[in-house]
């Protein structure tokens, strides 16, 4: 798919023994690399991403004995999609994060020999315990990846922590779920979503048939050991389209997260490079979901999320912020991908998903600056550092908000928040702004060196990659049309390691 998260790059170093491995370090052949990684001013500060290397999809979140952990996809051999592995980190607050060895890596010859996919984290009997999808390579017939290669068949494996710090896990020798339902020809069959209900413990499972349509497979179990297929959880529509990679073409659904948040249900799922959200009824007597409601999660560069509920009961949401520069590019800068800031979700009164950076974040701001803009006279400023919060109140009466970066004068990144004409223009992306009421009727602008996380309203969300700013150079231009001054309040942000390398 466009985002290359299934383009996979068979490492030299691929079938590692599947036990941790030593923290990020550097030798004396990768110091001078590192200096580069270290001052690539493109480089986000104050969003977690690992050392060096390629960054995908968030697993497993889960907070335990004090602390929050974030798993990630991770190839630790190559800033490029392949050889996939679960990196490790840690946090007191979900912003400062310190790395930890590898969580899981390939075992040779066992079912996750070419890779350990996406996947959740739950607490069973008192041990964290990670349920996620291995692959390995199998013949055409039994192949579970219909990429146009099929080669390569998808189980569900589990594996469990060893010690209060989950950095040594145990991995069961054979697949909880090993193939998938009979007579199901599916485009795939991964990233699995586990919740515990009344007595039982369900599982949701990404997939899909041609003609048919994406889908969410449900199982369910009484010890996460041994499963039983029930039926899909939710169906899709048949797209029309034939692309060899059915995740382009929306018939196969990647990474569900299913959840409940203040009474309400909510399927999360990623395809056809969006994630989309929505929202229903869930019948816990047919175990049945039933979409009522639907929207685009973020309409950026954003994909692959995953939701865990906080000690505090928030559910908080990280997704994978991808690159959008051609792979020679990133893969000569040495990293690759960036971990989200982590989101609060709650489902509004009409069904609305709604989010808002979590309060955390506010931990990072320096000093208050007003600036007013008045309508036709636009406010520039030269940024010294690349790490900005914006925040801006809106109303009707205050007409349309131009937000734009500019570099030696040329124009890199533009934004426009039009509430009288109801629109959001970023780039070629155009969007509506969402239905009123707004349980936040302001917009907030996150800068992080190359990256762009804006939240319009609570209820929209765009991520931008902007590859041409230089700390210094790039000035901020705000500008107003209308009848009313808007009066902003933006913040410098620190940066959460002094090296841009460690945590």
């Known amino acids: 798919m466009s985002l290359n998260r299934r383009q996979f790059v068979v490492s030299a170093a691929s079938g590692l023994a599947a036990v941790a491995m030593p923290p990020w370090s550097y030798g004396a052949a990768e110091s001078e690399s590192a200096r580069d990684i270290a001052n690539d001013p493109l480089r986000p500060q104050f969003h977690l991403l690992p050392p060096h290397n390629w960054m995908n999809d968030p697993n497993g979140p889960i907070w335990w004995k004090g602390k929050y952990h974030l798993f990630y996809q991770l190839n630790p051999h190559a800033a490029v999609w392949g050889d996939m592995h679960w990196g490790h980190a840690i946090s007191t607050d979900m912003i400062h994060w310190h790395h930890e060895p590898i969580a899981l890596a390939p075992t040779p010859g066992g079912p996750d020999s070419e890779g350990c996919f996406s996947g959740s984290a739950v607490v069973y009997k008192g041990v964290p315990t990670v349920i996620y999808t291995g692959v390995q390579n199998a013949p055409r017939d039994q192949a579970t990846i219909r990429d146009g290669n099929d080669k390569q068949r998808e189980t569900q494996l589990l594996a469990t922590a060893e010690d209060d710090n989950l950095l040594r896990w145990k991995k069961l020798d054979t697949p909880i779920i090993a193939t998938p339902p009979a007579g199901m020809a599916v485009t795939g069959f991964r990233d699995p979503c586990p919740w515990q209900e009344a007595d039982s413990w369900y599982l949701a499972v990404g997939s899909g048939e041609r003609g048919k349509g994406g889908c969410v497979l449900l199982y369910r179990s009484q010890d996460l050991r041994h499963w039983e297929y029930l039926h899909p959880l939710v169906q899709g529509k048949a797209t029309g389209r034939t692309d060899a990679n059915p995740v382009d073409s929306g018939e196969m659904w990647e990474c569900p997260d299913f959840f409940e948040v203040n009474g309400k249900h909510c399927l999360l799922y990623s395809t056809e490079g969006k994630v989309y959200w929505t929202t229903g009824d869930y019948d816990r007597s047919t175990h049945r979901y039933t979409p009522a409601r639907q929207g685009v999660l973020d309409h950026g560069a954003y994909y692959a999320p995953k939701s865990f509920l906080a000690p505090d009961g928030r559910r908080v949401l990280w997704g994978w912020i991808p690159e959008t520069r051609p792979q020679t590019e990133y893969a000569a800068a040495g990293w690759a991908g960036a971990m989200s800031l982590p989101r609060v979700l709650t489902i509004g009164q009409q069904g609305q998903l709604e989010m808002h950076p979590a309060a955390e974040v506010k931990k990072l701001r320096g000093p208050v600056q007003k600036v007013t803009v008045h309508p036709g006279t636009p406010v520039r400023q030269k940024l010294a550092a690349l790490r900005q919060e914006l925040r801006v109140p809106l109303d009707f009466s205050s007409g349309a908000l131009t937000l734009r970066l500019l570099t030696a004068g040329n124009v890199s990144w533009e934004m426009t ?43 929209e969300a765009i991520t931008s990659r902007v590859y041409s700013l230089k700390p210094g150079e790039t000035e901020l231009e705000l500008s107003l049309a209308g009848s009313r001054f808007v009066e902003i309040r933006q913040w410098n942000l620190a940066p959460i ?4 390398m460690t945590t």
């Open 417 to 459: 928040v039009d509430v009288s004409g109801n629109v959001v223009r970023c780039g070629k992306v155009n969007f509506p702004l969402p239905s009123l009421p707004w349980p936040r009727p302001v917009l907030r602008m996150f800068l992080d060196g190359s990256v762009i996380e804006s939240f319009i309203g609570g209820r």
């Open 497 to 500: 390691s002094a090296d841009r």
